[in-house]
Every structure is written in structure tokens, then in C-alpha cells.
T-cell receptor
Framework: QQQVKQSPQSLIVQKGGISIINCAYE??????FPWYQQFPGKGPALLIA?????SEKKEGRFTISFNKSAKQFSLHIMDSQPGDSATYFC???????????????FGTGTRLQVTL | NAGVMQNPRHLVRRRGQEARLRCSPM?????VYWYRQLPEEGLKFMVY????????ESGMPKERFSAEFPKEGPSILRIQQVVRGDSAAYFC?????????????FGPGTRLLVL
């Protein structure tokens, strides 16, 4: 019930191409879906997040697409750059009655390599 | 505006010793979360604390692990009698008490190596 499944495990994209990472969740109580970017030796950094009341959110080259009925969401990186090479994690959480967020349940990560 | 701070960044312990990891949340944040990341794996939730309260410790092993977030000072994750399987990166995240409460900001992590 708490799982978040992420694919692919690794991805190689040419510079300028589109990187697409997919996630699926099981727990319908989840109501917050962030994506994090992690470089080797660093902590995860929040990239973009979405709530289930919208189907798409775009920030610069990063877009989240959300399909509530299918319980799936994906990250699209447009015009991928070598500097985007990192590990990307999707995650999900649910709001608690106190109004705060519960723990994040993470996907297993996607290692993206953008080649020249 | 300093981000989440963790220290030490690297910690080496021998089996049976204690490891103490510290986390100072972002200014104005009163919620702290601890996660563990094994090599080549995703982050796994351990514990969620507010000042002087443990809210959710469902991800923390029942033995040897404890966490606190006192009224003053950083949050501490304590691992007693460490074993080799405790070797991992431990990340702390914080979130505000109001406004954007769901957003968790991560620190740089403490990499624990147990010899």
C-alpha cells in the first residue's frame, strides 16, 4: 500500500532530447507528489511537485504529468543538458490531520545520463 | 538563509560503538524527518519529529536506534552498538510549521561507515 514504483532504473538521453521518468503509486491517500534531484555525494534537492487536483505542472524545462485515475505521474525534462545528469527520485506523501505532511515514500530512483 | 545542516558529514565507527548524527533544520522550520539511503537505493523513512515530540517512528528499527528533537538545539539520531549493516547515508529533512508544510528540504547527509 505504501509503495511507489519508479522506472526506468537508468536512462541515457542525448543533449537536447526529452527525458521521461515514470512513477506509479498504490495508496490513494497520497496527495502530494514531489520530484527530487540528487547529485553524487549530495542530498536530494526538490525539483518540482504536484498535487492531484491538477493534471500537469510546468517549471522551466521540467514538467510533471499526473494521471489520478491511473495512479501514475511522470517527470519530463525538455532540452536535456549534461548538467541534468543525476539521479531522480519520485516521492509521495499524504497530509495529516494536523495539516502537516507525513513521511515521504520514495521511488527507487532513475540514474539519468545526458550525453553530448 | 542557511539550509538544513548536518554534521558530521562523514563518520567512521567500529562495530559496537555509538554513532550520533546531528541535524539543524532550516530557520523557521520545526518539523524534522530522518531518512536512510543504502548504496544504489532510494531513501527510506525512519522517523518524524517536532520539537520535543516524536510524531511517527514507524520506519525506525526498534532496537539500537533512537531520535530526539529537543526544545533547544539540533535533532539527534543515535545508533547504539553499530553493525556493518548500519553503513549508509543518513539524511535529515525539515519542513515549516505552516505554509508549504508538505515541502521537505534535505540536508547534505551524514555518511556512516562501520568497520
Amino acid at each position: 500500500q505504501q509503495q511507489v514504483k519508479q522506472s526506468p532504473q537508468s536512462l541515457i538521453v542525448q543533449k537536447g532530447g526529452i527525458s521521461i521518468i515514470n512513477c506509479a503509486y498504490e495508496n490513494t491517500a497520497f496527495d502530494y507528489f514531489p520530484w527530487y534531484q540528487q547529485f553524487p555525494g549530495k542530498g536530494p534537492a526538490l525539483l518540482i511537485a504536484i498535487r492531484p487536483d491538477v493534471s500537469e505542472k510546468k517549471e522551466g524545462r521540467f514538467t510533471i504529468s499526473f494521471n489520478k485515475s491511473a495512479k501514475q505521474f511522470s517527470l519530463h525534462i525538455m532540452d536535456s543538458q549534461p548538467g541534468d545528469s543525476a539521479t531522480y527520485f519520485c516521492a509521495a506523501s499524504r497530509s495529516l490531520r494536523t495539516g502537516t505532511a507525513s513521511k515521504l515514500t520514495f521511488g527507487t530512483g532513475t540514474r539519468l545520463q545526458v550525453t553530448l | 538563509n542557511a539550509g538544513v545542516m548536518q554534521n558530521p558529514r562523514h563518520l567512521v565507527r567500529r562495530r559496537g560503538q555509538e554513532a550520533r548524527l546531528r541535524c539543524s533544520p532550516m530557520k523557521g522550520h520545526s518539523h524534522v524527518y530522518w531518512y536512510r539511503q543504502l548504496p544504489e537505493e532510494g531513501l527510506k523513512f525512519m522517523v518524524y519529529l517536532q520539537k520535543e515530540n516524536i510524531i511517527d517512528e514507524s520506519g525506525m528499527p526498534k532496537e539500537r536506534f533512537s531520535a530526539e528533537f529537543p526544545k533547544e538545539g539540533p535533532s539527534i539520531l543515535r545508533i547504539q552498538q553499530v553493525v556493518r549493516g548500519d553503513s549508509a547515508a543518513y539524511f535529515c529533512a525539515s519542513s515549516p510549521a505552516s505554509g508549504g508544510r508538505e515541502t521537505q528540504y534535505f540536508g547534505p547527509g551524514t555518511r556512516l561507515l562501520v568497520l
